[in-house]
């Protein structure tokens, strides 16, 4: 996860993804746009896996209230 946050914050071309964070969907399509992941369904499952039941349990578990 370090890596993957270094990359992200180190690299200009994630500014805009950056600047949403507070919107999952739009930072999703902003690391697709500028070529985060080649997959052209990369947003949907992420998207996917961040609105599911076992993300939801799992923050549950670990007291966490869940996403909004």
Same mark, same amino acid.
């Given at each position: 996860? !370090? $890596?993957?946050? =270094?990359? *992200? /914050? @180190?690299?200009?071309? +994630?500014?805009?993804?950056?600047? !949403? %964070?507070? !919107?999952?969907?739009?930072?999703? #399509? ?7 992941? %080649? $997959?052209?369904? +990369?947003? =949907? /499952? *992420? &998207?996917? *896996? +961040?609105? @599911? #039941?076992? &993300? ?5 578990? !670990? @007291?966490?209230? @869940? *996403? $909004?």
């Amino acid at each position: 996860f !370090n $890596d993957y946050v =270094s990359l *992200i /914050k @180190g690299n200009e071309r +994630y500014e805009a993804a950056l600047a !949403n %964070t507070g !919107n999952p969907e739009r930072y999703v #399509d902003e690391l697709h746009r500028v070529g985060y992941a %080649t $997959d052209p369904g +990369y947003a =949907s /499952k *992420i &998207l996917a *896996i +961040y609105r @599911g #039941d076992e &993300l939801q349990q799992a923050l549950e578990r !670990n @007291g966490f209230s @869940g *996403i $909004d």
